[in-house]
């Protein structure tokens, strides 16, 4: 497969758009995720009551969901903004943090797969958890390398037809017929809380401005993190000040050095 080679000119197009993407992430993530999305051009909207999920969905030109700090109430509102999503020809990208924790959340995420994201993206435990596959993930960080997730994350893309991100040192994206690596970022972004959160938030940022080309969507967002991770590192003493120096980073990101310094190589 060729591999899709136009991070640079997807960025300048995100930056130019500033589509509005309703994210319904966790409390943890949500201040982190729409500063990210900010850094990046896009504009994001945490928006997930039952009341108003599905209206706003109409106005948003993507959605993701994440169900990090999952209830009841809020499940009622990813049911309604992936149901409007579907009908409004929009594409959504579905974050499955710790899926495999409990009942509630397996009985959940087996529901939202059904609405069809276009974009799964998870670590390497959620992932291999999701395929059906044994993983050694307790709570919402991995416990396995993405390189054991691979054949995992090409059966569930051809399972559920959607793109599969698996992240961690190097990330894995697939649509189950050929696969990307995307190498970079830094060991201090598992040590970021929420770093994953906003990622599936970016790609859903990504998706809105290519929706005919989810693969490309994800490996230029997954390219953004790695490379704004790489150049926060070089500056940051410690997990606090890389969370800042990250933003900063992204927000400094443009479209002719993310294509000159994106370390992507066909699988
Ligand atoms: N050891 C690592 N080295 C470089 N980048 C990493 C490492 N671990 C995670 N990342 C990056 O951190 C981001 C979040 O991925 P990850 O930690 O897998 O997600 P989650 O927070 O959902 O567990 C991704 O951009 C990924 O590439
Ligand atoms: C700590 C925590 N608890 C519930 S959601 C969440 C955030 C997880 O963020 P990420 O998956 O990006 O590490
Ligand atoms: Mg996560």
Not at 48 to 74: C, D, K, M, Q, Y
């Amino acid at each position: 497969m060729p591999l899709p080679t136009s991070y640079g000119n997807l960025l300048d197009q995100l930056r130019h758009e500033s589509p509005l993407v309703q994210c319904i992430t966790n409390y943890v993530a949500m201040n982190f995720a729409a500063n990210t999305l900010l850094a990046s051009g896009a504009s994001p909207a945490m928006v997930h009551a039952p009341e108003e999920a599905g209206e706003f969905a109409n106005i948003a030109s993507a959605v993701t969901i994440n169900i990090g700090t999952l209830s009841s109430h809020w499940l009622e509102g990813m049911r309604a903004a992936a149901s409007a999503a579907n009908e409004s020809g929009k594409p959504w990208v579905l974050d499955p943090v710790a899926h495999f924790a409990t009942a509630f959340r397996r009985k959940a995420v087996e529901e939202l797969l059904a609405l069809r994201p276009a974009v799964i993206r998870g670590n390497a435990s959620e992932i291999m958890a999701l395929a059906g596959d044994t993983s050694s993930g307790r709570g919402v960080d991995s416990g396995d390398s993405v390189e054991r997730a691979e054949v995992s994350a090409m059966v569930l893309a051809r399972r559920t037809h959607a793109v599969i991100a698996v992240t961690g040192e190097i990330d894995f994206v697939t649509d189950g017929q050929d696969g990307v690596r995307i190498a970079g970022g830094s060991a201090l972004m598992p040590k970021v809380t929420a770093m994953g959160c906003a990622l599936t938030c970016l790609v859903g940022a990504f998706v809105a401005v290519t929706p005919d080309s989810p693969l490309a969507a994800t490996v230029s967002a997954l390219a953004c993190f790695s490379v704004a991770g790489s150049q926060a590192a070089q500056q940051a003493s410690g997990p606090g000040s890389f969370a800042w120096q990250f933003i900063d980073a992204l927000a400094r990101l443009d479209g002719n050095t993310l294509q000159a310094q994106a370390q992507v190589t066909n699988a």
